[in-house]
């Protein structure tokens, strides 16, 4: 990545070219931004197939994350009895760590004059590094308890998967406040939610049928998942390279007066490199100054550690409903949630656009409901009430992920960092994920019968603890005020 362009004096006249004092990156000015809101009504919308193209990364990202950590690495960690909770446990908090990239790919990628635009060239770099990672994973696929050896390249392609993977999602992200007009962003929102749940429907019910629930072939279809959101984000996120002529012909078209376009030489880009004291900062966010937008994002931190009790789902279907196959089972369940959640994505998404942005009550619905749904899985003991539960909890689910990133992007601060600040949004969402099963996969390993098989007291534990992070996203949100303007 460091051979990506930075803008720099040498790159036009001189003149033009100011810096900050303390050398922040500076896209465009306030009185840009302004037109645009200003115009916002007047920009053409952008076709439903190119906004799904735009944003198939959410569909790989779906496919690839939902599977692996419900059905792919249970099912590896498994050779580790009694332990295979830490094991997972350790996993997941790698990927939680992992997404600590991500507001790095940001910083980086918001200064990035590469003739590609801004994000395509991370979206490629960061195809690249997972499939490189999915292939190692691969090869050492149910081969991880072996010896140390092979258990320690397998942590370590993990990571690089992740590594790529949270790279291609941090690109993305930051293609939604580049590219979609205003008035499209519920709508946008929307259709990356459907993608990331059409993607995990699609990946349990490929798992559970033309895959044979293969671990080995598992990994080929994260390969192509990866590979075809790479294609089409290069073909149709048509993005403009940054330079300070675009800026001012955007100026002119705007019908700017001379005075205010000579102003915008003082908006213009650093000629330093990326500082150490920048890529601390990139993961900072302001409580005062960007107020909205931190406790979105701290909100968004307890929901994901809510949901990452997902992770020990299949060991409740072995240990409680006691089903045969607990893969199998999985899969199956997977569909039905991801495939009601499909349901209410793009739905929900038009309709608050059309009641006026009103994000917060779609939220608060979600928190309440899968919260309920989580303590009632401790009074059921059959599979179809099981199935009947996670539909309930799939459109909770499907809802809160088109308000999830519709929240992020009413209250994102500016564009001149949007992908800056994306990266520590996303980096809320792995590290709720990573600290739920962190802080579950012990409490599991205590109620251990030790046969491998772990108590209803501890699935009880586990569910409180879920619901009560849910009650604290909902309740955070409730600090948010008011939109922002972007």
Known sequence: MSSLPLLTKGDCNASSYNTTENGEFRRISSKL????????????????????????????????????????????????????????????????????VAPIVGLISDRCAHPMGRRRPFVIVGGVISIVGLLVQQAFSARIDVDNRNWYIYVVAFFCTMIGMNTIFAAMIALIPDLVPNHQIGT????????????????????????NESLYSI?????????????????????????????????????????????????????SPITWTQVKDS??????????????????????????????????????????DPEGS??????????????????????????????????????????????????????????????????????????DTSLAMDTLPNSDESARMLGVWGVAMFIGSALGPMIGGPLLFLTSSGNGSYSLFGYGL?????????????????????????
Request: glycine share 6%; net charge negative; proline share 2%.
């Open 219 to 271: 990994y080929n279809f994260y390969i192509a998942l990866n590979f075809g959101c790479v294609i089409l984000t290069w073909m149709y996120a048509n993005e403009q390279p940054i330079l300070v002529q675009n800026v001012k012909d955007q100026a002119q078209k705007n019908t700017f007066r001379e005075d205010t376009i000579s102003s915008l030489d003082d908006y213009a880009y650093p000629s």
């Open 330 to 403: 999985m899969a199956i369940l997977a569909v039905v949630g991801q495939a009601f959640g499909a349901i209410a994505t793009v739905p929900i998404g038009m309709i608050s656009d059309y009641c006026g942005k009103q994000r917060k009550p779609y939220v608060f619905a979600s928190c309440a409901i899968l919260s309920i749904t989580n303590f009632s899985l401790l009074y059921i003991r059959s599979f179809r009430s099981v199935m009947i539960i996670a539909s309930i909890a799939g459109i909770a689910n499907g809802a809160y992920l088109t308000m």
């Open 462 to 486: 586990l569910f409180f603890l879920s619901a009560l992070y849910y009650s604290m996203s909902a309740l955070i949100l409730t600090f948010v005020n008011s939109s922002e303007k972007r």
């Open 283 to 324: 993961f900072f966010i302001s409580p005062t100054d960007h107020h909205d937008f931190f406790f979105v994002t701290v909100s968004r931190t307890f929901y994901y550690m809510g949901i990452s009790v997902q992770t020990f789902f299949l060991y409740y279907l072995r240990d409680i409903i006691k089903v045969t």
């Open 33 to 100: 931004d302004d037109i645009d809101d200003d115009d916002d009504d007047n920009v053409p919308k952008l076709g439903v197939l190119q906004i799904m193209a735009i944003l198939s990364g959410a569909f790989a990202y779906g496919g690839v994350m939902s599977t692996y950590f419900l059905l792919t690495l249970p099912s590896e960690c498994s050779v580790f009895g009694d332990g295979s909770s830490i094991a997972l446990g350790v996993f997941v908090g790698i990927a939680g760590f992992s997404q600590l």
């Open 188 to 211: 946008a929102n929307g259709f990356e939610a459907l993608l990331f749940v059409s993607g995990s429907l699609f990946g349990f019910a490929s798992f559970n049928t033309y895959l």
